[in-house]
């Protein structure tokens, strides 16, 4: 069965056709919350409200890419819970690290060492991520981790494509200026300035 | 972070670094970056040191998702199924022929009530102001006329007080008992909504009566259709209306709410 196929028999209250959507999309929505939001409890809320509030409002949906409407409405999500948690200071961005195991292996013969620093890496970039102001956080992960295109980025975040492009140039600089500062703690093989 | 000595057009050609490492700069444009950095040591560091980080985000690994976002599919049996707050799920198809009102029927319930109260409104209304009221005698409902034809002067006693007559159906006036000749008749008691109402008789007697004969009309004037039952049954329809519409929202309120 094709996604139109299934978002047509969402649209007409099949959960079973919704849920397999969910099934294709619940990665990329939950690492881009976890990735916003830098807490795992708080990303699996974001994406189970994400998942409701698409389904509830897929009769909406006007075709176009389903990926980019549900992340939009995750984008939406994790904005709603940073604003929550900004009211309440439930988070700290500060204090924000990330437990994941970020980086993926190099290959099976990964030394304890390497394996340590790859862990340092992840916990690196998270950090920098976090230090992001959130709209620019918001465009680098959608472009860099997620790979999504510049024009997959504008209707996630529904800005303009300039918007996109200069958001995106000012928060790789910034994470780059943020791993400079930190760079005798990185790798060697990931140093920036060699 | 890296200071290069031609500010203004380094200034420029870093704007454009990202979308050059994106390869999605026009070929002006890009021709004009790589000239640049060519001469330009603290620019092309700076492309390194950006290229460098797109890389390390690159390799950010999407991390598995602990738990599945799937919704909860409904069972046959609503009353087994947990909804989440907020989500409308379809009706099982088991339920369907038993709740023929669903959530939807409230669309046309309201207005129907509405309408059903409104014209029972209108009725009671007019009911009350006698609106309806027929006083030329033409009764298909529920009337109650008598006419008699009476010479203007016999006593108003006899006029008034009624008689059976043995071997007559129904009743007439003790003054046209004895004009017809009758002298075995019993009295009938007087009833208090049975006080007569003379207005002049209708040409239709014609040549029957004698000049100045009058129409004895008892009992309540007469209404030309059956106010009393329609207002009965639009009163009972405006609370089957009202059950139903509870019923449709209770409905709802289970389609919709946690189970």
């Known amino acids: ?194 | 972070m890296f200071r290069g000595k031609g500010e203004p057009m380094c200034r420029k050609v870093r704007g454009m670094l990202s979308e050059y490492i994106d390869n999605s700069l026009s070929s002006e444009n890009k021709s004009l970056v790589e000239r640049h950095i060519e001469t330009c040591e603290a620019c092309s560091k700076e492309l390194e040191s950006l290229r460098m980080t797109v890389r390390l985000l690159g390799r950010v690994s999407q991390s598995p998702v602990p738990r599945s976002f799937t919704l909860p599919v409904p069972e046959p049996r609503r009353e087994s199924v947990f909804v989440p707050s907020g989500l409308r799920l379809p009706r099982p198809a088991t339920a369907v022929a038993v709740i023929a009102i669903g959530p939807t029927s409230l669309r046309w319930l309201r207005p129907a009530t509405a309408i059903v109260a409104i014209v029972l409104v209108v009725l009671l209304m007019g009911d009350f102001l006698h609106a309806f009221e027929n006083n030329a005698g033409v009764n298909s409902g529920r009337g109650d006329a008598t006419y008699v034809q009476l010479a203007p002067s016999y006593a108003a006693t006899e006029q008034q007080t009624m008689v059976t007559v043995p071997g007559i159906m129904g009743q007439m006036s003790l003054a046209t008992a004895k004009a017809v000749g009758y002298t075995e008749y019993a009295m009938v008691p007087s009833s208090p909504v049975s006080q007569p109402i003379t207005q002049p008789i209708p040409s239709v007697l014609g040549d029957e009566g004698p000049t100045g004969a009058q129409v004895i009309v008892r009992g309540e004037a007469g209404v030309g259709w059956p106010l009393r039952q329609i207002e009965i049954g639009l009163g009972a329809a405006v609370f089957v209306l009202l059950a139903l519409i509870i019923f449709a929202r209770r409905q709802r309120t289970k389609g919709v709410g946690a189970g």
């Open chain 1, 1 to 194: 069965m094709d996604e139109q196929e299934l978002i047509s028999r969402s649209k007409s209250g099949d959960v079973e056709a919704f849920n397999l959507l969910v099934e294709q999309y619940q990665r990329l929505v939950y690492n881009l919350a976890l990735r916003m939001l830098g807490n795992s409890e708080a990303a699996e809320d974001a994406s189970q409200d994400t998942f409701l509030s698409a389904y509830k409002a897929i009769g909406k949906f006007r075709g176009g890419s389903f990926k980019s409407w549900v992340l939009r409405i995750a984008a939406n999500s994790c904005r709603d819970k940073l604003r929550v948690a900004r009211r309440y200071r439930i988070i700290s961005l500060d204090t924000l690290l990330l437990e994941t195991d970020d980086l993926p292996q190099d290959n099976n013969t990964e030394s304890p060492e390497d394996y340590a620093l790859r862990r340092e890496l992840g916990r690196f970039l998270n950090e920098g991520l976090a230090h992001l102001p959130e709209d620019q956080r918001l465009v680098v992960i959608l472009s860099d981790v997620q790979g999504l295109r510049y024009e997959e980025v504008a209707q996630v975040t529904g800005s303009s494509l300039g918007t996109v492009k200069s958001r995106l140039n000012r928060g790789r600089t910034r994470l780059r200026d943020f791993l400079l500062q930190r760079e005798e703690l990185l790798p060697s093989k990931f140093r920036l300035n060699k």
